[in-house]
């Protein structure tokens, strides 16, 4: 079984300010990780996802996140945020079954940019 | 950007009746997933369906959730009673292509209990 920690709830931001938002997980077997933003009222859209090689991967819109195996940890960052990017923003992480196992999500960070 | 369609957005039921929510995946795809979505809280895997079989289920997909496809496009999750611990947005995912490991998720239901 696995498991995902989104320390944090709500970050606020300031536009053009760099931001990283922490996710770390616990599995007893190798993952797959992923994550996802949800803006208001829409569907999940996914970022980025790491399944294999380099450990620093790139997403759309601008966003990275490193997969750090030691920490156990999958953080996303982006250098320079815009108004746009305020939206819900989950981590996932699934078992290595191919498409057999869900993705198990974290509780979201809620990403606030100011003016 | 290939799409996954669910119908209706938005279902009003009274505790108690039957609910089906449908999903159109992304054709030519053997696994399917039902996620749940709560108010407010993170997205839960409910089951995930391979070759017109269930392959993995959660805790939350009891007895009254069922899943079917009845025809070769239509993907439908059905609650038999519903209670008001329902009422959530329910999403379906499909993986984005063939053999693919990330799932691209439609645009959800929001079913309201009352």
């Known amino acids: 079984a696995q498991s995902v920690t989104q320390l944090d709830s709500q970050v606020p931001v300031f536009e053009e300010a760099p931001v990283e938002l922490r996710c770390n997980y616990s599995?007893?077997?190798?993952?797959?990780l992923f994550w996802y933003v949800q803006y208001p009222n829409q569907g999940l859209q996914l970022l980025l996802k790491?399944?294999?090689?380099?450990?620093l991967v790139k997403g759309i819109n601008g966003f990275e996140a490193e997969f750090n195996k030691s920490q156990t940890s999958f953080h996303l960052r982006k250098p320079s945020v815009h108004i746009s990017d305020t939206a819900e923003y989950f981590c996932?992480?699934?078992?290595?079954?191919?498409?057999?196992?869900?993705?198990?999500f974290g509780k979201g960070t809620h990403l606030i940019i100011q003016p | 950007e290939p799409e996954v369609t669910q119908t209706p957005s938005h279902q009003v039921t009274q505790m108690g009746q039957e609910v089906i929510l449908r999903c159109v995946p992304i054709?030519?795809?053997?696994?399917f997933y039902w996620y749940r979505q709560i108010l407010g809280q993170k997205v839960e895997f409910l089951v995930s369906f391979y070759n017109n079989e269930i392959s993995e289920k959660s805790e939350i997909f009891d007895d009254q959730f069922s899943v079917e496809r009845p025809d070769g496009s239509n993907f439908t999750l059905k609650i038999r009673s519903t209670k008001l611990e329902d009422s959530a947005m329910y999403f379906c995912?499909?993986?984005?292509?063939?053999?693919?490991?990330?799932?691209?998720f439609g645009p959800g239901t929001r079913l309201t209990v009352l």
């Open positions: 995912a499909t993986p984005k292509t063939s053999g693919s490991i990330e799932q691209f």
């Open positions: 054709s030519n795809h053997l696994y």
């Open positions: 790491y399944l294999s090689g380099s450990t």
């Open positions: 996932a992480v699934s078992g290595n079954r191919g498409g057999a196992d869900g993705l198990t």
């Open positions: 599995s007893s077997v190798s993952v797959y």
